[in-house]
C-alpha cells in the first residue's frame, strides 16, 4: 500500500475518519466524487471531497464544517446511503446532520457519558452508539418527521415553566415515585412548583408521612435542579465533578470507571470511604490516573467560552 495524501485537517487530534459509500457526482465533468467525514478534538466534524482517477490523479478538498458539539467529537459514520452523517461526542450527545442541507435532524442526549462509536445499518433506518455509560443504543427513526435540536436555554426552559401537571406525572413514574402521582395531581403540582418543593412542604402541604419516601423525592429533586442549572449555564455535566458539581481543574479516573476533581476524590478516599460517590458500591483499588483527554476537553471549551 502506499500513501497517496497527508493532510493537516484539525487543529487538535483526529479521532475519527468516515467515507461515505455513495459517490456524488459532478455534472461538468463527467467524474465521481466520496465525501469524507472527520472528527477531533477541536469540537469539529469536517466534510471534504475526495476524487481518485488515474488520469488526474488523487485530489481532497475541504467543503464544510459542522457544528453542534460543545466538546471533542469522538465518532462519526456516514449513513448507507449518504444522506445522513451521525456523530457522538464527549458532550455525551449524539447528533444525526442531513449531508445535503448540513442542518441538525436529531440531537440525541440518552447516554450518560462519552459517546464513543457509531454505526449506520445498511438499508435500513437503524443506527447504533457506543459509549463509556456501558450501553449500546439502538435508534429508529422517521425522516418525514425530523426533530429539531433543542438550544441549551430551551432544554432548561424543558425542566421548569414547560412543564405541565402530567409532564410531573411522567417524571414520578419514570423515578420510581408512581405512587405519589395522585397526590401531586391533587395539588396542582407541575414544573415550577416541583422545583419549589422543600423537606417542609412535602410533610406538611403534601402530607407525606414517609422520612424515607421524602428523603428520596427530594434526592430526585435536588438531581432535576442541578441539571437545569447545568444546562442554563451551558457547562456540559462532563466536566464537573460529581462530588463537588465544579468544572474540574485536574480531572482523575477511579476504579469505578468514573472521573472525578483529583482533590475532591483524594479527600473522599481519605475519610476512609471505600465506596464509590457515584454507585455507592465498594472501589476495587484506590488508585487515581490522570483523564488528560477530559483535561484538555476542558481547558478547549473554557478558551472557547471565558471570552
Known amino acids: 500500500m502506499r500513501c497517496l495524501h497527508s493532510e493537516k485537517a484539525h487543529d487538535l487530534g483526529i479521532t475519527c475518519c468516515d467515507f461515505s459509500s455513495q459517490p456524488v457526482a459532478d455534472g461538468e465533468q463527467g467524474l465521481q466524487f466520496f465525501r ?18 488515474h488520469i488526474l490523479g488523487f485530489e481532497l478538498k475541504y467543503k464544510s464544517t459542522l457544528n453542534g458539539h460543545c466538546a471533542p467529537v469522538l465518532a462519526c459514520a456516514f449513513s448507507h446511503n449518504g444522506q445522513m452523517l451521525v456523530s457522538g461526542s464527549v458532550d455525551k450527545s449524539v447528533i444525526v446532520y442531513d449531508t445535503n442541507t448540513e442542518n441538525i435532524l436529531h440531537t440525541l442526549t440518552q447516554h450518560t457519558r462519552y459517546v464513543t462509536s457509531c454505526a449506520f445499518a445498511p438499508n435500513t433506518l437503524l443506527f447504533a452508539t457506543g459509549s463509556m455509560d456501558k450501553t449500546v443504543n439502538i435508534w429508529q427513526f422517521d425522516l418525514e418527521t425530523p426533530c429539531q435540536a433543542r438550544s441549551t436555554e430551551d432544554q432548561a426552559k424543558q425542566f421548569t415553566e414547560d412543564w405541565s401537571e402530567d409532564d410531573v406525572s411522567m417524571w414520578l413514574c419514570a ?3 408512581s405512587d405519589l402521582v395522585g397526590i401531586f395531581k391533587m395539588n396542582n403540582i407541575d414544573g415550577r412548583e416541583l422545583l419549589n418543593l422543600t423537606k417542609e412542604s412535602l410533610a406538611d402541604d403534601l402530607k407525606i408521612e414517609s422520612l424515607g419516601l421524602r428523603s428520596k423525592v427530594l434526592r430526585k429533586i435536588e438531581e432535576l435542579r442541578t441539571k437545569v442549572k447545568t444546562l442554563s449555564s451551558g457547562i456540559p455535566d462532563e466536566f464537573l465533578c460529581p462530588i463537588t458539581r465544579e468544572i474540574m481543574k485536574d ?3 477511579a476504579s469505578d470507571g468514573y472521573s472525578y476533581e483529583k482533590e475532591a476524590m483524594e479527600n473522599w478516599i481519605s475519610k476512609k470511604k471505600r465506596t464509590s460517590p457515584m454507585t455507592n458500591l465498594i472501589l476495587p483499588s484506590m488508585v487515581l490516573t490522570p483523564n488528560r483527554t477530559l483535561k484538555m476537553a476542558i481547558s478547549r471549551w473554557l478558551e472557547t467560552h471565558q471570552k
Open 36 to 53: 469524507l467525514a472527520s472528527c477531533g478534538q477541536d469540537c469539529q466534524i469536517k466534510i471534504w471531497v475526495v476524487s481518485f482517477t
Open 175 to 177: 423515578q420510581g415515585l
Open 251 to 253: 480531572p482523575v479516573i
